[in-house]
């Protein structure tokens, strides 16, 4: 993620929703949730493919369903995310 912002492939608007659901509040501070390479490329991937209102309702749909114990920190294909918003 940190790359494709730094190159310009995702903006700061993308890059902070994606943040968010890649990273913790702890009382130590903001520490990054174990996520595989391939879960971070594809928020990279649907960043740059999606609206930002689409990334800020998925990146919540997805925090709901993670917060439910239901779901992973994946992009969620179309027919999902049309259920949950």
Same mark, same amino acid.
């Given at each position: 993620?940190?790359?494709?912002?730094?190159?310009?492939?995702?903006?700061?608007?993308?890059?902070?929703?994606?943040?968010?659901?890649?990273?913790? #509040?702890?009382?130590?501070?903001?520490?990054?949730?174990?996520?595989? *390479?391939?879960?971070?490329?594809?928020?990279? *991937?649907? &960043?740059?493919? &999606?609206?930002?209102?689409?990334?800020?309702? *998925?990146?919540?749909?997805?925090?709901?369903?993670?917060?439910?114990?239901?779901?992973?920190? #994946?992009?969620?294909?179309?027919?999902?995310?049309?259920?949950?918003?």
């Amino acid at each position: 993620m940190q790359k494709a912002y730094k190159q310009g492939d995702l903006g700061r608007v993308a890059t902070q929703a994606i943040a968010r659901l890649l990273t913790r #509040e702890t009382s130590a501070g903001t520490v990054p949730v174990r996520s595989p *390479e391939a879960t971070q490329q594809a928020w990279v *991937e649907r &960043a740059a493919a &999606a609206t930002i209102k689409r990334l800020h309702d *998925e990146a919540r749909a997805v925090t709901r369903l993670m917060v439910m114990g239901t779901g992973k920190c #994946e992009p969620l294909d179309d027919r999902a995310w049309h259920a949950l918003v």
